[in-house]
């Protein structure tokens, strides 16, 4: 007895399905998988982890703007501040692993905050380094206003006014944050801290009076500094900024020993395909490599990041042990 039509079709089918999963198991078909091929095939998000204006901020969108030209698809700059970076960093943690979601990443995020902060992710084996941007100093402002023209003035205004002193920051834990404690300890003098949202908000308080110094990054500030709105008197790296020839380093002012910079470097969700992560590292080398990028990176103050990808996630592993013992050593809390 015959199969009818519709039972011949059924068994056609069924066995090509089965000859199918044969063939896939075998290798012999290719599956459908995340590949370089297809990277990007939609917009891509950069998060960052502080509010518009801001140096990461300021950074992220001149990566978006390059990538975006070279690989013909649009990246989009993701806000997320709060919680020391730490906010913009669980959302690309979580992200589905397919190099869509991106991060840009400083060193407040990534090396201090998770021995200050109960996190849902671990910010080493969940987020996969990209590249080094850059490193920048910190450096020490003043409001106008306050009538100190040197740190040494700064300090003795600050000693007779105990706890009179606000300085401003872009959160709990962060360099900004470290680099206040740093000073206090070395000059003893006690300042006051108040943390904000990202450092954009706290130049608008800053340059308002509200609190009058901050040890904020040049590549924040450098804006700020060139129209006079805020007073740099000293940087906190080992050498003079050459975009800041005139402001001396805190040691040449008299504080040897106080050095705070912050670096920049981007990340993709942990777990993205190799054939992804190869794909956008060579997008992201490409964009260091442009003399624009370079220029625009040195007029915030930095220098360009040269690290190869082993050598930035080395540097990576390397900062979150330092930052971890100065915060064991120094007693840093956030406070509840």
């Known amino acids: 007895m015959s199969l009818n039509p519709l039972r011949r079709q059924l068994v056609r089918t069924s066995t090509a399905a089965a000859a199918l999963v044969t063939l896939c198991a075998l290798g012999a078909v290719a599956v459908p998988v995340a590949s370089a091929q297809d990277w990007p095939a939609r917009p891509v998000r950069i998060m960052v982890g502080a509010s518009a204006g801001g140096g990461t901020d300021v950074i992220a969108r001149l990566f978006a703007e390059k990538l975006s030209e070279s690989t013909r698809q649009s990246f989009v700059v993701e806000n997320r501040p709060g919680a020391s970076n730490t906010i913009a960093a669980d959302l690309t943690a979580k992200a589905p692993a397919d190099g869509h979601t991106l991060l840009v990443a400083t060193n407040t995020g990534q090396a201090i ?15 996969e380094p990209i590249g080094l941007i850059v490193v920048v100093p910190n450096v020490l402002l003043v409001n106008p206003a306050v009538p100190a023209s040197d740190v040494r003035n700064l300090v003795a205004l600050m000693k007779a006014s105990p706890g009179g002193f606000r300085y401003a920051s872009s959160g709990v834990g962060s360099t900004q944050h470290l680099a206040g404690e740093a000073f206090d300890l070395a000059a003893g003098t006690r300042a006051t801290h108040v943390p904000y949202k990202g450092s954009s908000q706290a130049h608008v308080d800053l340059i308002g009076g509200q609190v009058q110094m901050m040890f904020d990054t040049t590549s924040s500030s450098m804006p700020h500094i060139k129209s006079g709105k805020l007073r740099a008197l000293a940087v906190m790296s080992p050498q003079r900024s050459p975009e800041l020839p005139d402001v001396p380093t805190l040691a040449e002012a008299g504080l040897p020993g106080v050095e705070m910079t912050t670096w920049y470097g981007m990340f993709a969700t942990g777990g993205t395909p190799p054939a992804v ?48 013992k100065l915060i064991r050593d120094a007693g840093v809390k956030v406070e509840k």
């Open 113 to 127: 905050a998770p021995h200050l902060l109960k996190l849902a992710y671990d910010p080493l084996a969940s987020l």
């Open 277 to 324: 992560l190869a794909k956008l590292r060579a997008e992201f080398e490409r964009a260091m490599a442009l003399p624009e990028v370079a220029a625009r990176l040195r007029s915030l103050g930095g220098e360009p990041g040269t690290l190869d990808v082993e050598g930035f996630a080395a540097f990576n592993r390397a900062e979150f042990e330092r930052f971890g």
